[in-house]
């Protein structure tokens, strides 16, 4: 079963405007983690926020926030005032358990273009 | 110091070669890991060595023989690979798990690998 599901292969965005990413997840775990991280065409993985299960608060970070809704299993990323460099491959991901080492697993990922 | 280094870059190979992946850290991180990634597809996880040991093998291959010399230097063994295991090969660290951090991987550049 898909634990991760990102269900737009393809976004575009016109500079300076906002953009959400959708994630939802599945998991049985009561402690979990879920991340996004950022794939350029160049290929490095940049992570870019964390939420955590039991975070009371969405995160943030910068140009980046993440949309925790719990009870609706859904973690999507909200990028605002876009910019051309954020044209790249963003992939949600979900760590289940609290030890060293835990699993990550990926969302099928979402590409951004980013339009003048 | 927040890099994960990766070598070589690129890496080309026939099928009856022997090659290694090499990465390194120098941030302490207990937890090492190494991803396969196709094209428009999302990392898959091969390897997890949590210190020092490995502690995760996803049914990879005999063909890919992962090594974790010491806490700062992963390895990834190529030894008669098949075309079809072409990809980018990326590597990530961690820190020990502590209840409430993020607890993210930090990824390395990748190795583009092509077995001929």
């Known amino acids: 079963a898909q634990k991760i599901t990102q269900t737009q292969p393809g976004m575009f965005v016109q500079e300076k405007e906002a953009v959400t990413l959708d994630c939802t997840y599945d998991t049985s775990d009561p402690s979990y983690g879920l991340f996004w991280y950022k794939q350029p065409s160049s290929g490095e993985m940049i992570f870019l926020i964390y939420?955590?299960?039991?975070?009371?608060q969405n995160a943030t970070e910068g140009r980046y926030s993440l949309n925790f809704q719990k009870a609706r299993k859904s973690a999507n990323l909200v990028i605002s005032a876009s910019q051309l460099g954020d044209s790249a491959m963003y992939f949600c991901?979900?760590?289940?358990?609290?030890?060293?080492?835990?699993?990550?697993?990926f969302g099928e990922g979402t590409q951004l273009t980013v339009n003048p | 110091d927040t890099e994960v280094t990766q070598t070589p870059k690129h890496l080309v190979m026939g099928m009856t070669n022997k090659k290694s992946l090499k990465c390194e850290q120098h941030m302490g991180h207990r937890a090492m890991y190494w991803y396969k990634q196709k094209a428009k597809k999302p990392p898959e996880l091969m390897f997890v060595?949590?210190?020092?040991?490995?502690?995760i093998n996803e049914s990879v291959p005999s063909r890919f023989s992962p090594e974790c010399p010491n806490s700062s230097l992963l390895n990834l063994h190529l030894h008669a690979l098949q075309p079809e295991d072409s990809a980018l090969y990326l590597c990530?660290?961690?820190?020990?798990?502590?209840?409430?951090?993020?607890?993210?991987?930090?990824f390395g550049p990748g190795t583009r690998l092509t077995v001929t």
């Open positions: 060595y949590s210190y020092e040991k490995l502690s």
């Open positions: 990530a660290s961690s820190q020990e798990f502590v209840a409430g951090d993020a607890y993210e991987q930090y």
């Open positions: 939420q955590g299960s039991y975070d009371q």
């Open positions: 991901a979900m760590r289940e358990g609290e030890t060293s080492g835990s699993r990550l697993t």
